[in-house]
């Protein structure tokens, strides 16, 4: 009988001997990298959810910043929102006027967003406080966050 073990091939060490594939380590590394990247791509597209909640931390930094801005000018600043937009005034020689600056013009809500709420205007006086408590709601298919004012001047965005 014939020996069909190729001896020589055995003699040589198992470093020079051909590989064929992959190990399973490195088939292990390719899908973790693969898993990763995908995970970073859904993480970055825009979602409904996360346009809504984008929109209500703008408007609500918006608010913040007014609410400053009477507390440094020591004059009053309101807000006046409705289910369309919002914008900013202030009080100059007993007139409302439209507060100057980037960020505090006429803003409407984005495509896709509706508003719960009446026209109502928010003064803040020169110390920061608001003249009423106020929630806004903000709806985008099914996710809805409701932005509040609070009469001491703090600005929640809370999910309902």
């Keep these: 009988m014939r020996d069909f073990v ?5 003699a040589q060490p198992i470093s020079s001997l051909a590989r064929n594939g992959f190990s399973l380590v490195e088939v292990m590394v390719v899908l973790l990298v693969m898993g990763l990247l995908a995970t970073a791509a859904v993480l970055t597209m825009p979602g409904d959810e996360r346009q809504l909640r984008s929109e209500a931390e703008r408007f609500a930094a918006r608010t913040l910043a007014a609410r ?3 507390i440094v000018g020591a004059r009053p600043v309101s807000l006046v929102v409705s289910e369309r937009g919002y914008y900013f005034e202030k009080r100059v020689e007993g007139q409302w006027q439209a507060l100057p600056g980037r960020g505090f013009d006429l803003t409407g809500w984005n495509d896709g967003t509706k508003a719960d ?4 205007r928010i003064v803040f006086d020169s110390l920061g406080l608001a003249s009423s408590d106020a929630q806004v ?3 985008r298919s099914d ?3 409701a932005i509040s004012v609070r009469r001491d001047g703090k600005v929640t965005v809370d999910g309902t």
């Design 6 to 10: 190729d001896h020589q091939r055995l």
């Design 68 to 70: 400053d801005e009477a």
């Design 117 to 120: 709420a009446a026209r109502q």
């Design 137 to 139: 709601r903000l709806t």
């Design 143 to 145: 996710a809805t966050l």
